[in-house]
């Protein structure tokens, strides 16, 4: 990985928070009613393709695993909303023959206000 | 739903724990609703070719399962202002998962609750195999 990109932004993609998916979501977790907090994992994913397979990045998407993930939600997500999702390379550390990248993705709302931010941790092993 | 009361939370209460068998079906559904169809999780040999030994669980489908333990408790999904998880370790298909929970902190003013997580793999009857470290903070009623 090239540590030089960390701090590109992505262009911003709109997610809508369907009620349906929401639904298969729910029943994945036999969960009654609601937005699930890590339903937001869906609205990450309409941008995480892009980041793993950015070509700036040079990841092996073959060694890639998700290390660590954490949501901060300002308020509770609202379901039919439309959320616009802005990806950031947060950081990336090097360490022996693995590489952590940072993900950050503010979600904001359609007046602009944040909804949440979404922190995902990749991390690329090192070759075998 | 009916969120949980604040006053009568006591730090060092544990949450009801949550156990769940991982099944390919399960895994493949997730995939559908989460969007994440890395190969890792739904094509073995893929899974093989990379030095697993079969497919296994998004990390992000125990985490769900911490999340489902951690509402249940709240009374409403919508009670959670923040959670996170470290992920430890893989989790196969056929495996047996157990989240669980305590409450390490209170905040009367905001009547927020911060509760140390985890997701543990349990192997005859014992759930010493942490796949999850976490946290979430949730403002009861």
Same mark, same amino acid.
């Given at each position: 990985m090239d540590p030089q990109v960390a701090g590109k932004t992505y262009p911003d993609v709109a997610f809508v928070v369907d009620p349906a998916r929401v639904e298969a979501f729910r029943r994945v977790f036999d969960m009654p009613a609601g937005v699930p907090p890590t339903f937001l994992t869906a609205a990450e994913f309409t941008v995480m393709?892009?980041?793993?397979?950015d070509p700036e990045l040079g990841l092996d998407f073959t060694r890639v695993l998700h290390g660590s993930q954490s949501y901060e939600l300002h308020?509770?997500?609202v379901e039919g909303e439309i959320l616009t999702v802005r990806a950031r390379i947060g950081s990336i550390r090097v360490k022996g023959t693995s590489g952590f990248l940072t993900i950050v993705m503010d979600m904001v709302d359609a007046e602009g206000l944040p909804v949440a931010t979404a922190t995902s941790v990749m991390i690329e092993r090192g070759p075998a | 739903m009916s969120v949980r009361p604040f006053d009568g939370v006591?730090?060092? &209460? &544990?949450l009801p724990s949550l156990v769940r068998v991982v099944t390919a079906a399960d895994v493949q559904a997730y $995939?559908? $609703?989460?969007?994440?169809?890395?190969? !890792?999780?739904?094509d073995e040999a893929f899974a093989r070719s990379v030095g697993f030994p079969g497919t296994l669980a998004h990390g992000m489908f125990t985490m769900g399962h911490m999340a489902a333990c951690v509402c249940a408790w709240a009374g409403d999904? $919508? /009670?959670?202002? /923040?959670?996170? $998880?470290?992920?430890?370790a893989p989790v196969f298909m056929g495996e047996r998962i157990v989240a669980g929970g305590r409450v390490k902190a209170l905040d009367p003013e905001r009547?927020?609750?911060? !509760? &140390?997580?985890?997701?543990? !793999? &349990?192997?005859d009857g014992q759930t010493g195999w942490p796949v999850k470290k976490g946290e979430a903070v949730v403002r009861l009623g």
């Open positions: 393709p892009t980041v793993i397979e308020r509770p997500i | 006591r730090v060092g &209460e &544990e $995939a559908d $609703a989460g969007g994440d169809h890395n190969p !890792l999780h739904q999904p $919508a /009670a959670v202002t /923040a959670i996170s $998880a470290g992920f430890r009547r927020t609750v911060t !509760l &140390e997580t985890w997701v543990s !793999l &349990e192997r």
